[in-house]
């Protein structure tokens, strides 16, 4: 995934945080705001209790490539934050790509078929 597809300053995560809206599920929380531009952006959250860093970096690595993967079915013009929980240290990359797919039809953002 390019670097301008990301999601990377401080305050562009807070501005999503705080305006944005919030769907949730077991593995992680996913907030979505628009944009003006004429591409959808992601960013990644993983708190140091999550676990050491080649933990978060895959977790971080395997939510990148799901979303990669969909960036064709997923509305253009947001800013998508994803914040892992936990539990999503012993999730494989199958059930990553679900639980991604899921939030973001919650959050009206899907536009394509169900893709397992």
């Given at each position: 995934?390019?670097k301008?597809?990301?999601?990377?300053?401080?305050?562009?995560?807070?501005?999503?945080?705080?305006?944005?809206?919030?769907?949730?599920?077991?593995?992680?929380?996913?907030?979505?705001?628009?944009?003006?531009?004429?591409?959808?952006?992601?960013?990644?959250?993983?708190?140091?209790?999550?676990?050491?860093?080649?933990?978060?970096?895959?977790?971080?690595?395997?939510?990148?490539?799901?979303?990669?993967?969909?960036?064709?079915?997923?509305?253009?013009?947001?800013?998508?934050?994803v914040?892992?929980?936990?539990?999503?240290?012993?999730?494989?990359?199958?059930?990553?790509?679900?639980?991604?797919?899921?939030?973001?039809?919650?959050?009206?953002l899907?536009?394509?078929?169900?893709?397992n």
């Open positions: 995934m390019k301008c597809f990301r999601l990377t300053k401080n305050f562009e995560f807070m501005r999503v945080y705080k305006k944005g809206r919030r769907a949730g599920c077991p593995l992680f929380s996913m907030y979505a705001k628009e944009n003006q531009l004429g591409y959808s952006r992601l960013g990644i959250s993983v708190r140091k209790k999550t676990g050491k860093s080649v933990v978060r970096n895959r977790i971080k690595r395997r939510i990148r490539e799901a979303f990669r993967t969909n960036m064709e079915n997923v509305k253009k013009g947001y800013d998508i934050v914040s892992v929980k936990e539990d999503a240290r012993e999730a494989d990359f199958n059930e990553i790509k679900r639980s991604l797919i899921y939030l973001l039809k919650k959050l009206n899907w536009t394509g078929n169900d893709v």
